[in-house]
């Protein structure tokens, strides 16, 4: 048996941990340069905020309904994701970590799978204050289904267990088919036109047809959700084969100078995420983008690949070459909205040939590298940084709604004062 554990509006029940007064109101949390809604509130959802509805759009709604809007706190969310991770480590020793918020559990002799799965869900909501719900299931998509339905019917408060024949049949006939996982837009569309309309449906239908139109991948979802478990727990992160790290700017950027700085910083970043796989990059790839949405000006989207000599983690290295590939493909005059820096061709630290005429100073480097590392992880991102990124941050993305880092630095944590 597998269990899903599900995080209920992740971003904006981190939130409402360190602000009680959040709770009972209208939240929403929103993505990169405060632009769009990516977590609501059941309450926004009540209002009619949708999910990706740009912010500038909803003023209206914001005002008559006070509701409270928030940039994105990724400090805080992904700590409090590495916090939910570590307790579910309790519950099970095979936990695969899907997403920020989310996780599948192993729970292969288990008992009183109802209970164990309220005992999670009580835990959880003491020790951190979230409140997360839980699927239970005999394969990895069935769990997926339970946890939809916990989800959707409050009185099974936020735990499913799908156990028989008979109760996975009912899961699946009350589960439209595009809310299957795998299952998207594009293919609940085609079953559709088949007359398919629920998971009971797709389910039932001829693997032959299945495979035919829908390739291997459907067909494993179809035998995943008839109890036969086709996908196991992935308890080893597979290694990447590139890293990105790339923003779109609060305002648009003309000069060369701003836009290495940015630069800079997203090569420290992509560093860093390099050095944390024990990899090093034999390839890096410089983008500068204009603003698509705006048609007063020409849109242009440049990019240039450098292969390294040798292969490096090395912030500064790295830095180099970016600095120079900004330079061979900036255009004078435009007008820069995004930028980024991709890292490719991943190979493990250990398995790099090195060069005999190399005359990088590569041990210096990586110690160097590592000592950064240690700092900013323990004062904080930014703390040590490369001199070419500048004291300011002038091409910083919009963040104007930004809530503490309250459970990972000191002086941002919450005040309690006690009434005398």
Not at 331 to 337: D, E, F, L
């Amino acid at each position: 048996m597998y269990a899903l554990v599900d995080c209920n509006s992740f971003y904006v029940s981190c939130e409402r941990v360190f602000d009680p007064g959040l709770r009972g109101v209208p939240v929403v949390v929103l993505s990169n340069n405060d632009g769009c809604v990516v977590a609501r509130s059941a309450e926004a959802k009540a209002c009619g905020i949708g999910m990706g509805a740009p912010i500038f759009k909803m003023k209206e709604t914001v005002k008559r309904y006070g509701v409270r809007v928030f940039s994105s706190n990724y400090t805080l969310y992904g700590d409090m994701s590495a916090r939910v991770m570590n307790v579910l480590g309790r519950f099970s020793p095979a936990v695969e970590v899907y997403s920020i918020d989310e996780a599948f559990l192993d729970l292969s002799g288990m008992e009183g799978l109802k209970e164990y799965g309220y005992r999670i869900r009580e835990v959880i909501g003491l020790e951190l204050g979230l409140p997360v719900c839980v699927g239970i299931g005999r394969t990895k998509t069935l769990a997926k289904v339970a946890n939809r339905i916990a989800k959707r019917y409050g009185h099974l408060r936020g735990v499913c267990v799908i156990d028989t024949a008979e109760k996975e049949r009912r899961a699946l006939e009350m589960t439209p088919v595009d809310g299957v996982w795998g299952i998207g837009g594009r293919l609940s569309k085609k079953l559709g036109r088949q007359g398919v309309r629920t998971a009971l449906e797709f389910a039932e239908m001829p693997s032959a047809w299945v495979r035919r139109h829908m390739s291997v991948v459907g067909l494993r979802t179809q035998r995943e959700l008839a109890g036969e478990a086709c996908l196991s727990l992935e308890l080893v992160r597979p290694r990447k084969k590139s890293v990105c790290v790339s923003r779109s700017f609060g305002s648009d950027i003309e000069g060369l100078g701003k836009l290495k700085e940015a630069l800079s910083a997203f090569v420290s970043m992509c560093g860093a995420k390099v050095r944390e796989e024990g990899c090093c990059a034999s390839t890096l790839t410089v983008l500068l983008m204009t603003n698509r949405f705006r048609t007063d000006i020409p849109h242009c989207s440049d990019q240039l690949t450098v292969p390294l000599p040798v292969p490096s983690d090395s912030d500064l290295e790295l830095a180099g070459y970016a600095m120079r590939a900004a330079e061979r493909i900036h255009r004078k005059g435009v007008r820069y909205k995004k930028a980024g820096v991709i890292a490719g061709g991943l190979v493990p630290k250990n398995e790099v040939t090195g060069d005999l005429f190399d005359k990088v100073g590569r041990e210096r480097h990586t110690a160097l590298s590592l000592a950064t590392d240690r700092l900013n992880g323990k004062f904080g991102a930014g703390t040590v940084k490369l001199g070419s990124q500048g004291a300011g941050r002038g091409w910083s993305h919009r963040q104007e709604r930004l809530s503490r880092r309250f459970s990972t630095r000191w002086e941002e944590l919450v005040e309690v004062g006690a009434g005398r």
